[in-house]
């Protein structure tokens, strides 16, 4: 039985999409089939879907639904080449210009984080928001030192949203995984606890803070990637407050062109940055739309909003790169022995077979550029080589696919002549050559050399010690072979005993039958 809560949370996205003349998805879908005739009687269905146009309707609708919805959006934006240009740059909105909460609101949040009226923290504050998005805004102020900031405010209630989407998101997959065999295959209930954590992480703003701190020492005198300064004294749980920057959006075209940037190198650039962050580091921006970037001309990023980041373990990163890299040496056989090797795929699962379907997805796209590869296409391939194959979803990995995804959508808008594989490829060789190669191993060896020679003298005692307990466990292994054989025994005589207690009582009773 479905919780009260969520059925009433369906039934209201549901009537914000009528009401935003989009009811034909509410329509079609099983649940309101019965009632489909009473929404005619609705003076939405009349009036308010003609109102604007789709591109419009489909923003206001994610607008409404709230910061999941939105962020959905902010994902699809990136994507031109999946959606009509209307709608990608009506959901370009979505990454910094969603409705604005009062700035009354806005200062009442930040005395109570700080403990202390506005005016003492800040020299100058603005009420009016400089930006403004799914889980928070921003505000521009003046420090009493003379730095200029910006304040990052959460939304109001926005805990209690983002509770109730994700109870939702969760029972669709507990039913979606009890009535539909692929959605076991694609671990539905795994990716929305990993969406989850990583979206509630967000609404820390002195994690985010940290996170942002970390990858500015990461990246500290880089030539090609800039990280704002956080102002620790007044950062809080709900507010953030560090440097402001200058830089032009991403996403403006026209004005980098006129600044002369040099699209090409910042394209390549942004490919350095995302291997880089990945395997050199092992932490990664995961939030990298559109509205979270800034170019600073000729081609220098600017990176701000750090609420979602994401890490890997040593075994996937390594894991990662071998896969990666024979996938760029075309090596599929390799490839496809390593997804079975992993579990990522059924071990009945015959390699050849797995080798010809990836080579056949692969080989369409190398040597050419982004603009001659259909994402599209390339994504039905992908997913019907993993129906096909039943290959497994791998929640841990979802935010790096994610992160991918919008360096790839990004790439396209900005260089769309870049070949990702051929730019890819000597970063993630060299760095597996550091990790991996024979001076790497050697490097290990000789760092961990100190800790050995303070071990060695331990090492007789150490190794007494090892044998005394194997010795130890081989006596008692044979001790309990011993106690478990003579319980054998007993078990046999008292079953065998019951046997004839059991024949002995049934010829009694027979007996007593005859000669009565």
């Known amino acids: 039985m479905i ?23 509410v329509l079609n879908t099983h649940l309101f089939r ?12 009349w ?65 109570k984080e700080l403990g202390i009226p506005i005016n003492e923290a800040f020299a100058e504050f603005d009420a009016v928001p400089l930006a403004s998005a799914s889980v928070a805004q921003v ?65 820390d703003l002195i994690r985010e803070a940290a996170n942002a701190a970390k990858i500015r020492r990461n990246f500290e005198n880089s030539e090609i990637i800039y990280i704002p300064e956080i102002h620790w004294p007044l950062t809080r749980k709900k507010v953030l407050v560090m440097e402001r920057i200058h ?38 921006h995961a939030d990298m739309h559109p509205g979270n970037i800034f170019v600073e001309p000729p081609a220098s990023y600017i990176a701000i909003d750090f609420g979602i980041v994401g890490s890997l373990s040593q075994f996937d990163q390594h894991y990662l790169a071998e896969n990666l890299i024979a996938f760029f040496n075309r090596d599929y056989r390799k490839v496809a022995e390593m997804h ?53 979803v791998q929640p841990q990995l979802v935010l790096l696919q994610k992160t991918l995804l919008n360096i790839e959508g990004l790439g396209r808008q900005l260089y769309p002549d870049l070949d990702l594989w051929r730019t890819a490829k000597p970063y993630l060789e060299q760095w597996y050559k550091e990790r991996m190669g024979p001076k790497a191993k050697i490097t290990k060896l000789l760092k961990n050399f100190p800790e050995l020679t303070e071990q060695m003298p331990e090492l007789p005692s150490l190794v007494f010690k090892a044998l005394d307990n194997a010795a130890h466990a081989h006596h008692r292994a044979e001790r309990q072979n011993e106690e478990i054989t003579l319980l054998r025994e007993r078990i046999d005589s008292h079953h065998k005993k019951m046997f004839w207690a059991v024949l002995l009582g049934a010829l009694l009773v027979s007996a007593a039958i005859f000669f009565k």
């Not at 959006?73 to 909105?93: C, M, N, P, Y």
């Not at 109730?164 to 039913?175: N, Q, T, V």
């Not at 010809?356 to 994504?379: H, N, T, Y």
């Open 3 to 25: 919780n009260p809560k969520i059925l009433f949370r369906l039934i209201h996205i549901s009537w914000v999409l009528i009401i935003h003349g989009l009811d034909e998805i």
């Open 47 to 111: 009036l308010n879907k003609k109102s604007a146009p789709p591109a419009v309707r489909i923003r206001q609708t994610l607008e409404e639904l709230g910061p999941i919805y939105v962020k959905f959006g902010q994902a699809l934006s990136t994507r031109k080449d999946l959606l009509s240009d209307e709608i990608a740059d009506e959901l370009v909105k979505l990454q910094d210009k969603v409705p604005p909460f009062s700035s009354e609101l806005a200062r009442a949040i930040i005395e």
């Open 247 to 284: 830089g032009i959006p991403v996403g403006d075209i026209e004005q980098m062109k006129a600044a002369g940037v040099d699209f090409k190198l910042l394209a390549e650039r942004g490919v350095e940055i995302f291997f880089t962050q990945v395997f050199r580091d092992n932490f990664f």
């Open 340 to 392: 079975v090797e992993s579990g990522w795929v059924p071990r009945t699962t015959r390699i050849e077979q797995l080798e010809s379907a990836i080579r056949s997805v692969c080989e369409p796209i190398f040597e050419k550029p982004l603009k001659d590869i259909s994402f599209g296409q390339l994504l039905l391939r992908l997913f019907q080589t993993a129906h096909r194959f039943e290959m497994n």
């Open 139 to 203: 505000h521009t102020a003046v420090l009493y030192s003379g730095e200029h900031v910006v304040v990052k405010v959460l939304r109001p209630d926005i805990e209690k949203r983002i509770h109730s989407d994700m109870a939702l998101m969760h029972e669709i997959a507990r039913l979606a995984e009890k009535f539909w065999p692929d959605a076991r295959r694609l671990r539905a209930r795994d990716v929305v606890t990993e969406f989850e954590r990583t979206t509630l992480d967000e609404l």
């Open 34 to 45: 019965p009632i489909r005739c009473l929404v005619v009687f609705s003076p939405y269905y």
